[in-house]
């Protein structure tokens, strides 16, 4: 049977059928197309399980297939009609009959082969989903098996695998098998642990997934209820909490620099701000400073919703690192964000009598030397960027305490630089700041080596947002409310619509929209700001924001994350259904944080989604970033939730978070009583289970 792909949607016939320019064929080998599906090893392949079974064991007589319609069938038949047709495109339609009726089977996509193959006379057995169509009942792009008669079927269910492009069934479902007969299955786990714990034998367990015997409970195995999958499951989080508590050991074993002196700049900066600490605040604080007295790195996440205060708390840690004689370093993800950082911060620390560097991509190649000269000279107290801090060219004295602002937008890979700027005796204190709170059940598992503080209230005189959703065909009416807005003295964001496949695109959009908004509005200063102008640029007209000289800011959504002017009151997002919940969020965040009372404006385009609506109406009814996150989940579920770049490779692929639950509890206890024993035979196990569950992956999970 050839390789080909066994469902290729419908396609459009193509306007100019006749001159197809003939693509150049790459040839990309099975190994490559393996990789890419990060399938490198024996024992990758081995674990890379099916995602569901289809049932080839038996076969329908064809007017059996035909009643009971719908769903795949597997029927045989003898090809009675094999012609390529070009009406309304080019097609190959191939009828096959058994003895009690016929079908028709419909190729879009072919091969000059394929219509040899299927000769007149040909015997097929052919698989798909069946659908009546003009001519009666079809099969479209069947996947099929040129067999003889009385060819005996499988006795197991075939497995389907998670696959990629021009990788097919047949390819993966060989160098699996082939894979299975080289790995050592020795079981990582003693057989005291399996009956203890009621798991089956490893080896037992794959097999069966891989090969399901026809008499199964199917259910069972569609469901991952079955005990095979369970002790997949069971051993994926097994090496997970491994894996995290031995980095946590790990950690705890390195020294760091203590920080042990809350003196008088600390004291002098608290006593200088103009607003007293929430409570929230004082108590993070607070811990935050018992972490930094301790000999070992701290590792602790800051959650603290957006608004909630965040910034006066790094600044607060710094200065205990400044304190204490060392230096320390704060990283946002945007160049508005930091900028914004460096100018709030150094009003603060400067009259202080303190040295903040600072340090981007977009410096001029003086200033950056300058900077990197202070930094390296440790004249620079504090230093305050972009991902430029992580450069090679940066050398820091004594680096005592790293700082990641809004850390989900970095990659693993980012933050495990910059910590690494300390020198080499000592790794420096680290604190990550996030308004995207991250549900207990994700942070147990995937940060079981951070310690977690959250700012869970707001300072004090903030009104409530109130957030509409408004089909965007009510535009006129949102505009009076910007015009009614700006004559009360308060300001407004208009976000433009994210428009993922061009940039060009939405660059042009919020060009438009700037200008109808001029037109609309002539009596308002109206102002654009978007990625792809300069930093000096942005910065102008940032500046004129925040200096109230701008009534609207129409922006891309390169203000999502941290922007503050508190005298800004109105947040009108355009094509709200294109965006992410936290994203979402983060926007309506920019508003709010004064004492007049906000309102968010979600224009959507209908009709909406389910998902979308989901979003809105969830949008509309809470304000509260810990119950967004958890509907987050809900919606997405915790792959997406957190995306490959927050967990490294660390994924999980089996295991699902909501339904097993007390499986991730099993595995900490086992994963904590295999580490403490400390035993030869323990240490064994441990080491073995790693190296066959994560491999080279597991440098990820110890940032
Ligand atoms: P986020 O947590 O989103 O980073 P910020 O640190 O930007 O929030 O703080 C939001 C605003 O609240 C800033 O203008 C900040 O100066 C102000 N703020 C922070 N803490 C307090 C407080 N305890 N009382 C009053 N205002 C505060
Ligand atoms: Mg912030």
């Known amino acids: 049977m050839p390789d080909f792909p066994s469902a290729t949607p419908d396609l459009p016939p193509a306007s100019k059928p006749a001159s197809k320019p003939k ?23 081995v674990l890379h399980l099916p995602m569901r079974y289809e049932d080839e064991t038996r076969v329908y007589t064809i007017r059996d297939a035909c009643l009971r319609g719908g769903e795949s069938w597997q029927v045989e038949g003898v090809v009675s009609k094999c012609e390529v047709s070009f009406k309304p495109r080019k097609q190959l339609l191939v009828t096959i009959a058994d003895e009690t009726g016929d079908l028709l089977l419909r190729f879009m996509n072919f091969y000059g082969s394929q219509v040899k193959q299927l000769a007149e006379g040909t015997r097929v057995r052919a698989r798909a989903e069946l659908k009546h169509g003009f001519f009666g009942a079809e099969m479209v792009h069947p996947v099929y098996k040129v067999v003889n008669e009385g060819a005996p079927l499988p006795t197991a269910l075939t497995p389907v695998y998670p696959s990629g492009e021009g990788l097919s069934q047949h390819v993966l479902r060989r160098a699996i098998a082939e894979a299975m007969k080289r790995i050592d299955w020795t079981d990582t786990l003693p057989e005291s642990l399996l009956r203890q714990m009621q798991l089956s034998p490893f080896q037992a367990a794959v097999r069966l997934l ?7 409970d199917e259910s069972a195995l569609m469901d991952r209820s079955h005990p095979a999958w369970v002790r997949m499951k069971f051993d994926e989080l097994l090496a997970q909490q491994l894996s995290l508590k031995r980095a946590q050991y790990a950690r705890r074993s390195k020294g760091a620099a203590a920080l042990p002196f809350v003196g008088s700049l600390s004291t002098a900066f608290q006593n200088a701000l103009p607003f007293r600490l929430t409570g ?19 590792q602790r996440l800051l959650q603290g919703d957006v608004g909630s205060g965040k910034t006066v708390v790094a600044a607060l840690s710094a200065t205990q690192a400044i304190d204490s004689g060392y230096q320390a370093a704060l990283m946002a993800p945007t160049e508005i964000l930091a900028e914004q950082h460096f100018r709030k ?10 040295k903040v560097a600072w340090l981007t991509g977009s410096l001029k190649k003086k200033e950056k030397t300058a900077s990197l000269a202070l930094i390296e000279s440790g004249e620079a107290q504090l230093v305050i960027g972009t991902h430029a801090l992580i450069q090679d060219n940066v050398q820091f004295s004594k680096l005592g305490l790293v700082i990641v602002d809004e850390q989900h937008r970095f990659g693993v890979g980012q933050r495990l630089t910059l910590r690494n700027k300390g020198d080499s005796a000592a790794v420096p204190h680290q604190l990550m700041m996030s308004a995207t709170p991250i549900p207990r059940t994700l942070a147990m598992t995937y940060y079981a080596d951070l310690e977690v503080s959250v700012i869970d209230e707001l300072p004090p005189g903030r009104s409530p947002i109130v957030t509409r959703a408004i089909d965007q065909n009510r535009r006129d009416e949102v505009i009076a409310r910007v015009y009614a807005a700006a004559l009360e003295g308060r300001q407004v964001y208009w976000v433009c619509p994210l428009i993922e496949e061009s940039e060009a695109l939405q660059l042009q959009t919020a060009t438009d929209t700037c200008m109808m908004l001029a037109e609309a509005l002539p009596a308002l200063q109206v102002g654009l700001v978007h990625g792809r102008l300069k930093p000096a640029e942005k910065q102008e007209v940032m500046d004129a924001f925040i200096a109230g000289q701008l009534h609207v800011l129409v922006a891309t959504t390169v203000i999502e994350v941290g922007v503050d002017v508190p005298n800004a009151s109105l947040m009108v997002i355009e094509h709200a259904e294109r965006f992410g919940l936290s994203q979402l969020h983060q926007l309506r965040g920019r508003v709010g944080r004064g004492t007049a009372a906000s309102v968010c404006l979600l224009l959507y385009q209908g009709p909406l989604g389910g998902v979308a609506r989901q979003r809105l109406m969830t949008m509309r009814e809470t ?13 997405r579920g915790p792959g997406e939730f957190l995306g490959a770049r927050q967990s490294g490779q660390a994924m999980l692929r089996f295991a699902d978070l909501e339904t097993d639950q007390w499986l991730v509890d099993q595995a900490r206890d086992v994963a904590h009583e295999l580490l403490h024993a400390a035993t030869p035979a323990s240490a064994a196990t441990v080491e073995a289970h790693l190296a066959r569950w994560l491999g080279n992956k597991e440098e990820f999970l110890k940032v």
Do not use: N
Request: aromatic content about 6%; glycine content about 4%.
């Open 280 to 298: 929230a605040q004082a108590r993070v604080l607070d811990e935050i400073r018992a972490d930094l007295r301790q000999p070992y790195p701290m």
């Open 23 to 45: 693509a150049v064929k790459k040839v990309v080998s099975t190994e490559t197309k393996l990789a890419r599906l990060g399938l490198r090893t024996d024992m990758d392949l």
């Open 345 to 354: 911060i150094a009003a603060w620390l400067e009259p202080l009598g303190v």
């Open 210 to 216: 891989h090969y399901p015997p026809q008499q199964i």
């Open 623 to 635: 304000t509260d970033g810990f119950e967004i996150a958890r509907r987050d989940l809900e919606i």
